[in-house]
């Protein structure tokens, strides 16, 4: 059992070099390159999906059971790293995997292959999501892995900035040269394997991994390891995600409540830059709540991040039962998800790396990533159900109620 003893002990043995090193300036290229090519896909699928005559409920059902076969190889592969002491090998593979599905979506004709390359894109972003938090965690001192995880966030979010950008700028500038309407779509899926395959390339040549002897438990042995105050971390990170629905679906949302004013094509690429601005927030506040949390501690920080979800799907409840299709009124509902968003992809990696000791922590970050897909799993799936058999307002209606039991659960957490 891993004791608070052994995690002072490790701080006390760290060495006291500064946060910003080749490890953590690496990982943030390379979440940058991989989210360019991630985010030019998810941010042209719901316009895409729309094309090809998928509803709401397909969508959040690809999204759902995606992020569900992802959570058990995250598992796994956070075990793996801990048994055999090394994951920069296995880790440039995830992110060589999650690169080449970019090009799947470019050749799908119906919701299947979209399905199959979501999957395998996911799969192997799960397999090495786990293995590159353990690195990270172990290239910085104690007191700066609020600052390291959020500088990785950042460039992750910058990623997400720019590839939803060049994503509408491609689709524009070809849109009007391409007479297949969907021709201009396949095309970027297509550009999208350069940053994606780059991204893998980037943590070959700059993230180096600190050798450690191997995990001598068995699988199970090793998750009867875990601390308890992990333990009870992962209810609260479980009951928001079964309420934190796919970014996908607010880029639904918008679309849907701006087409009776705009048009279908026009509410798509104004979707599109709401989502851009979800992503500039999250990448404004990444840094600033890791730092924060160094200071002032993790756990309020991490309720208020989740508060701030339940009240993005209050939000779009709202805009649906009034018909809100305001501009400015979306912008701030994105803002405000971007902003939770930060707070949680950056607390909850840094709270795990204070709560695990390091020779556990490829399988604590494992766990953290499974209950986080299956969370998602059921989130997307859900809402998309409800939206589609009922209204969006019973489906972002429970988004809010499971996000905000989320946030009284770490609130209340010691």
């Known amino acids: 059992m891993t004791s608070s003893l052994e995690i002072e002990q490790e701080a006390l043995t760290q060495p006291r070099t500064g946060w910003l090193n080749r490890n953590v300036v690496g990982m943030g290229v390379t979440s940058l390159l991989s989210d360019v090519g991630h985010e030019m ?33 995250r598992l796994g592969g956070g075990w793996l790293s801990d048994r055999f002491g090394h994951r920069k090998a296995m880790a440039v593979g995830g992110y060589l995997l999650t690169g080449a599905s970019n090009g799947l979506f470019a050749a799908a004709y119906g919701w299947p292959l979209v399905l199959t390359a979501r999957a395998v894109g ?26 390291a995880f959020g500088f990785e966030r950042a460039g992750d979010t910058l990623g997400a900035i720019v590839g939803p950008l060049f994503a509408v700028g491609l689709l524009t500038y070809l849109h009007s040269r391409v007479a297949d309407p969907s021709a201009p779509f396949r095309i970027v ?21 600190k050798q450690r002897a191997g995990l001598a438990m068995r699988f199970w042995a090793t998750l009867k390891a875990l601390p308890h105050p992990f333990r009870r971390f992962l209810w609260g990170a479980g009951l928001f995600g079964m309420g934190d629905f796919a970014r996908t679906l607010m880029i639904l949302a918008a679309t849907q409540l701006l087409t009776p004013s705009r048009g279908v094509q026009r509410a798509a690429q104004i979707a599109v830059l709401l989502y851009v601005g979800h992503n500039v927030t999250y990448a404004a506040y990444s840094y600033v709540v890791g730092a924060l949390s160094d200071r002032w501690g993790r756990r309020g920080l991490l309720a208020l991040g989740y508060g701030a979800g339940a009240l993005t799907a209050l939000g779009f409840f709202a805009a649906f039962l009034w018909w809100l299709d305001s501009i400015v009124y979306l912008l701030a509902l994105f ?36 209950v986080n897909g299956v969370g998602d799993f059921v989130a997307s799936v859900s809402v998309g159900v409800l939206w589609t058999a009922f209204s969006p307002l019973f489906g972002f209606a429970y988004g809010a109620l499971l996000m905000g039991l989320g946030a009284l659960v770490i609130y209340r957490v010691r």
């Open 189 to 209: 899926f297509r550009i999208a394997l350069i940053p994606g395959l780059g991204a893998a390339a980037a943590f070959a040549v700059m993230v180096r991994d």
């Open 41 to 73: 896909v998810t941010a042209l699928l719901p316009g895409f999906l729309a094309l090809l005559g998928v509803q709401a409920a397909a969508l959040g059902a690809i999204e759902g059971i995606a992020d569900s076969t992802s959570s058990f190889v």
């Open 335 to 370: 803002a405000l998800a971007g902003f939770s968003i930060a707070v949680v992809d950056t607390l909850e990696g840094a709270l795990t790396a204070d709560l695990v000791a390091a020779e556990l922590r490829g399988t604590a970050y494992g766990v953290l990533a499974t």
């Open 122 to 147: 996911w799969l192997a972003r799960g397999f090495r999501t786990p293995l590159r938090n353990a690195i990270l965690a172990d290239s910085v001192p104690l007191g700066a892995r609020g600052k």
